[in-house]
């Protein structure tokens, strides 16, 4: 079934011939009589409401010729429905509505799948996200999302929160980019089931990547996830958080970079950082910063601090102690005012092991551990004597 804005048939059909020119009326027709594709010709298409895709099944929406066509709305979301079984957008740009609301909203039982898509933010009267994730399946390949304007209203790129019925989201972004400049601009992921980002490249004004909430909470972060071989860039906040709620997952083979945090684990349980390139850019707070987290392993990362410190790790907002810390074969460097560690005497039980180059800044100390200042090798080794559950040793790179 086709649809071209420009048509000016009287009495479509969908036929090529004879194309449906509203997109609403196109999407009605194709759920009403169980069609499965829908073909858009380039051009815009203003919708008076949104694009309910309620009881969808398996229908797929392309764009056709040399530009997406345009899809926006005149309020509320763009896309929505309940109860779709896998619809599926391809070679569309689908922007916010005339009133900044959210474009897209997946509630439990929604199954989109977005490919070789643009999902922009252009119009924005208050402060909103480009998705809202609530309960729903997402699966985003070779997407853009991008904010026309840095001096709109603060954008998000993902909320998710919980259904009314608890069920918990899953989300897939593969091939992704994001560039969303705005100072308070940010990418949040809460409750979350399943979670994969694979070689994505997030650009954003505030906080690049959240995982879960930056403050204690009772509600669910995200569990079981990987993410791996991106690149995470903030210019005013945190490279990456993962907060509060997350339990069980994986930071691998990233890049992240931070202008006052470059990675934070805070309040959240058995997470592992491996193999990631980190910068500190500020010259004050931590690159790597384990916050009141129990079971954190941060290993074979290369890490930079301009500022603060190279290594952070002390108690969560409420208090929470940090735990069973692993510190293994990064090589951290401090520049400039920048020290190597500050490592809270508060931090309890568990093997922490800390075997790492060091470069420590020419013209600052090197840090403290347990209260004690460090300037050396022997100063960390002696820092410990007093903790036998702790095995600490270090190389030093010349």
């Not at 649809?3 to 011939?17: E, H, R």
């Not at 100072?183 to 979350?192: C, E, K, M």
């Not at 100390?365 to 410990?384: H, K």
């Amino acid at each position: 079934m086709y649809v071209d804005a420009s048509s000016t048939g009287s009495k479509p059909d969908g036929t090529i011939k004879s194309p449906f020119k509203s997109l609403t009326d196109a999407t009605k027709h194709a759920v009403a009589h169980s069609l499965t594709d829908i073909k858009v010709a380039s051009g815009t298409y203003m919708l008076s409401t949104s694009l309910d895709l309620t009881s969808a099944k398996n229908l797929r929406i392309t764009g056709t010729g040399l530009t997406q066509p345009k899809i926006s709305s005149v309020s509320g979301p763009v896309i929505t429905g309940t109860g779709i079984a896998d619809t599926s957008f391809d070679n569309l740009e689908i922007c916010d509505t005339l009133t900044g609301d959210t474009p897209i909203i997946a509630p439990t039982g929604t199954h989109f799948v977005f490919t070789n898509c643009t999902i922009k933010a252009i119009t924005r009267t208050y402060q909103a996200h480009l998705i809202w994730l609530k309960g729903g399946n997402l699966a985003f390949s070779n997407v853009t999302f991008a904010q026309a304007d840095t001096a709109l209203k603060p954008v998000g790129l993902i909320y998710a929160t919980p259904a009314l019925d608890n069920n918990k989201s899953t989300l897939s972004m593969v091939s992704c980019t994001a560039t969303m400049p705005g100072a308070f601009s940010y990418n949040g992921v809460q409750n979350v089931g399943v979670l994969l980002i694979s070689k994505c490249s997030f650009t954003m004004g505030g906080k690049a990547l959240v995982l879960g909430l930056d403050a204690a909470t009772s509600i669910p972060g995200v569990s079981n996830f990987l993410v791996s071989g991106s690149t995470f860039i903030s210019g005013t906040g945190h490279g990456a958080l993962i907060g509060a709620g997350c339990d069980t997952g994986t930071v691998v083979n990233c890049t992240i970079s931070g202008f006052n945090e470059g990675i934070v684990v805070k309040e959240a349980k058995n997470i592992t950082v491996d193999s990631c390139t980190v910068t500190l850019t500020g010259t004050q707070w931590n690159a790597l910063y384990n916050k009141g987290s129990t079971g954190v392993k941060f290993v074979n990362n290369t890490v930079t601090a301009n500022g603060g410190w190279a290594f952070r790790e002390g108690p969560g907002d409420t208090e929470t102690l940090p735990g069973n810390t692993t510190l293994t074969g990064n090589h951290l460097t401090a520049l400039g005012t920048a020290q190597l560690f500050y490592w809270d005497m508060r931090s309890t039980g568990g093997a922490i092991e800390h075997d790492n180059i060091l470069v420590p800044s020419a013209t600052a100390p090197w840090g403290t551990i347990r209260n004690e200042p460090i300037n050396s090798l022997a100063d960390i080794n002696n820092a410990w004597i007093a903790s036998p559950f702790q095995d600490e040793r270090a190389n030093i790179e010349k």
